[in-house]
């Protein structure tokens, strides 16, 4: 075997792994977005902001597949410093348009979600006092100011974290 | 009227007044800061840098600091998934801030023991409440060179947790757009060469780590001081050099996704982090505010206490007496309104204990998730990292006839293999 045919046996293999490796990392990439355009849905966030920003940053991860799969040999450092160029700009935009969008909607839904078991398997030691809605809309703080207060043995303080709990409900409708 | 500048009465009431002046002196410690507090803005670049003088920057996932002890961690209210959380949520605050000023190439959010990158930032978290953050930042670059090391620390800003809704800005903003101004002055005190080296050694670095036989000769490294620099470049056609800018890209590709799992982590916890922050920092100013008025209110009472004792002894009139009696009961009534205080002290502090606990226990499944897809993904890369060497070594050998063991103590190649 001369030594360009082992070469061309060796690049062969390189082909193999790298598009292994390609493989890998875009479904990677695609259950993440389809994830994160799934929270931002349940949660009622902006669906156009959300996908925008998993586009934009697929298409950044995308460039060094696509580098590999036409130039065989032919990747200088010129091609890399474009095709970072390139990523750069779409992660910036995406980024900086769709993370706000994105986290509002997928947190919205989380919380709810969270609320809605918190309270109903609940089962501390107290009860809540007549007035105290059932706390099926509680966000994080309500929900967690009212197993605060279902949790308190000192009635004082207990009475004082209802408190809390009743002027944060008002103040959030 | 009675007399009261005998020397045992002046000795008593400069007790006092030293009560008194303890109390307005620890009373004035705890006074809040002027909050809202004025933006720091992250210097945006105004000109297209020179693609050769761009660095990259690795920020590393920051030291979450958690004590061992947990009567440790309970003292300093630490818990350690929201910590864990922290420790992944703040770097991509950093990388958005760095990335949002366009003086910097690819800014990426590394795993703790990543390879090198153009400029390494590395930072623990010193603290971090909702009230404060502190965070001890080292930053160096790819030669070795140290940039700077040094501790933050910020107060949140207050408006960040008045409108969550709309998500402003997150309350340590000034901090990471301070460190973001801090690597800036550090990059621009660089000369260009410098700059340009930079990027050529991290790229020797990373080459020489997967096929150190055919790299290590081109980086000239000082054991000693833990600096490398470049001892002459590679040929850009050698066909080694050419597969390496490949594997490279794939390095680049497999750190993108775990960026993106990392800003899918952020978003995740996001609204639920601000709100624990947001709680946690009104629970303590309250607890704070308790605590300088149960201090307030002790040392007023101890002084009175101890006016009125004195007084009394001096006086030899009824009025002077009742007089004394009456600031002697009002110090007493003074320290028994301090003393009652400390359940309102406790009460914040059983707030937080409450509030980190839940939170702790919202984030946890979060942090393993993400914790167990960066092992997977990088489980899984690590084993096509090792048939790459594999296949760097057999192009070596295929390309300069010489063994690849042997070669890696071989001087510097010349020209083209």
Request: net charge negative; proline share 5%.
């Amino acid at each position: 075997m001369t030594t360009e045919d082992r070469r061309a046996e060796i690049d062969r293999r390189f082909e193999e792994t790298f598009s292994v490796f390609d493989e890998r990392m875009r479904k990677e990439q695609e259950t993440i977005s389809q994830e994160r355009a799934g929270r931002a849905g349940a949660g009622g966030g902006s669906a156009g902001e959300g996908d925008g920003e998993g586009d934009s940053k697929a298409a950044g991860g995308a460039g060094p597949g696509e580098a590999a799969a036409g130039e065989n040999g032919e990747s200088g450092p010129g091609e890399d410093g474009g095709g970072k160029g390139d990523g750069k700009s779409g992660d910036g935009t995406g980024a900086t348009s769709g993370d706000g969008s994105a986290g509002e909607g997928s947190n919205s839904g989380g919380t709810q979600g969270g609320v809605g078991g918190g309270v109903r398997g609940g089962s501390g030691p107290g009860q809540a006092p007549a007035g105290i809605p059932d706390g099926s809309d509680d966000d994080i703080v309500a929900r967690q100011l009212r197993e605060a207060a279902m949790k308190e043995t000192d009635p004082e303080l207990r009475e004082r974290l209802w408190d809390e709990y009743r002027k944060y409900k008002q103040g959030t409708q | 009227m009675h007399r009261i500048a005998n020397g045992s009465t002046w000795r008593a009431l400069r007790a006092a007044c030293v009560v008194l002046a303890l109390g307005a002196g620890v009373a004035g410690c705890v006074v809040q800061d002027q909050r809202p507090i004025p933006p720091v803005i992250a210097q945006k670049a105004t000109a297209e840098i020179p693609q050769d003088e761009l660095l990259d920057v690795g920020i590393r996932m920051f030291d979450p600091n958690i004590p061992q002890d947990p009567a440790e961690q309970e003292k300093r209210r630490i818990y350690p998934d929201v910590r864990k959380a922290e420790a992944r949520f703040m770097p991509v605050l950093l990388r958005d801030t760095l990335e949002a000023t366009g003086q910097w190439g690819q800014v990426r959010v590394l795993p703790s023991e990543s390879s090198t990158s153009d400029v390494n930032v590395d930072a623990r978290i010193l603290e971090s409440d909702g009230r404060q953050l502190q965070l001890a930042v080292t930053v160096s670059d790819a030669t070795g060179r140290p940039w700077f090391r040094k501790n933050y620390e910020a107060l949140a800003d207050e408006r960040a947790y008045k409108d969550v809704g709309v998500k402003p800005r997150d309350p340590f903003d000034n901090l990471y757009a301070t460190i973001a101004n801090d690597l800036l002055a550090a990059r621009q005190a660089l000369t260009r060469e410098q700059r340009v080296q930079v990027h050529q050694v991290a790229t020797l670095r990373f080459a020489s780590d997967l096929a150190p036989y055919a790299f290590k000769p081109y980086l000239a490294q000082d054991a000693k001081r833990g600096t490398y620099a470049v001892a002459r470049l590679p040929a850009a056609d050698d066909p080694v050099v050419q597969r390496m800018d490949r594997v490279r890209e794939r390095d680049y590709s497999l750190i993108d996704t775990l960026n993106e799992h990392y800003s899918a982590f952020s978003e995740t916890i996001d609204e639920a982090y601000i709100n624990w922050r947001k709680y946690a920092y009104e629970e303590l100013e309250a607890e704070a505010e308790a605590k300088r008025k149960a201090m307030v209110r002790g040392l007023l009472g101890a002084a009175a206490v101890i006016g009125g004792v004195l007084a009394a002894q001096e006086t030899n009139t009824s009025a002077g007496s009742a007089a004394s009696t009456a600031a002697v009961l009002g110090g007493i009534y003074a320290i028994k309104s301090s003393i009652d205080m400390r359940s309102e002290i406790k009460m914040h502090g059983e707030s937080l204990k409450q509030l980190g606990s839940s939170f702790q226990n919202e984030v946890q499944p979060s942090v393993v998730d993400i914790e167990g897809r960066t092992l997977e993904l990088k489980g899984s890369a690590e084993q096509q990292y090792a048939e790459w060497r594999r296949l760097l070594r057999e192009l070596y050998e295929n390309e300069t006839g010489l063994p690849a063991v042997t070669a890696e103590t071989a001087k510097p190649p010349t020209g083209k293999r």
